[in-house]
């Protein structure tokens, strides 16, 4: 993971107002609101690149509730539109949402089941895969 942070740290794109990045006690926050517990990729990536601009898409953060990509309000509408609640999304995508597991493993939920995205991939074994092959090479 540590590799794919470097890779994105070089790839983030100037604004005007950058995002913020969260702190530990923020991160028990959001788990406290989702009820469950981040799995560590996506722990790792919240508090050390969740604030790298890059390409169309936008995954999501935790620093801002006011902010489209606001992880808590991001998942009530995937789960609220049917995502299996085990799943947590960390990037909508039209109407379908890339979502990771409990084991770290990360999925495309295409509004009625687990499938393929736009670009024919069914799965990644780990959020630092989803960076490289799709976010990074959208």
Not at 104 to 112: P, R, Y
Not at 115 to 122: C, S
Request: with cysteine; aromatic share 8%; hydrophobic share 40%.
């Amino acid at each position: 993971m540590d590799d794919i942070i470097e890779l994105l740290r070089e790839k983030n794109e100037s604004v005007s107002v950058p995002l913020d990045l969260p702190d530990d006690d923020l991160l028990v926050e959001i788990e406290e609101q989702l009820l469950m517990a981040l799995p560590d990729d996506l722990r790792e990536y919240l508090l050390e690149a969740s604030d790298v601009i890059y390409g169309t898409l936008e995954p999501v953060t935790v620093a801002d509730p006011r902010s489209h990509t606001y992880l808590p309000e991001v998942a009530a509408q995937a789960w609220n539109d049917g995502l299996p609640r085990h799943l947590i999304p960390i990037c909508q995508l039209g109407e379908g949402y890339y979502c990771i597991g409990e084991e770290g493993d990360v999925h495309f939920w295409n509004g009625l089941k687990l499938g393929k995205d736009p670009q024919g991939n069914k799965e990644w074994a780990n959020l630092a895969e989803w960076i490289r092959d799709v976010w990074l090479q959208e």
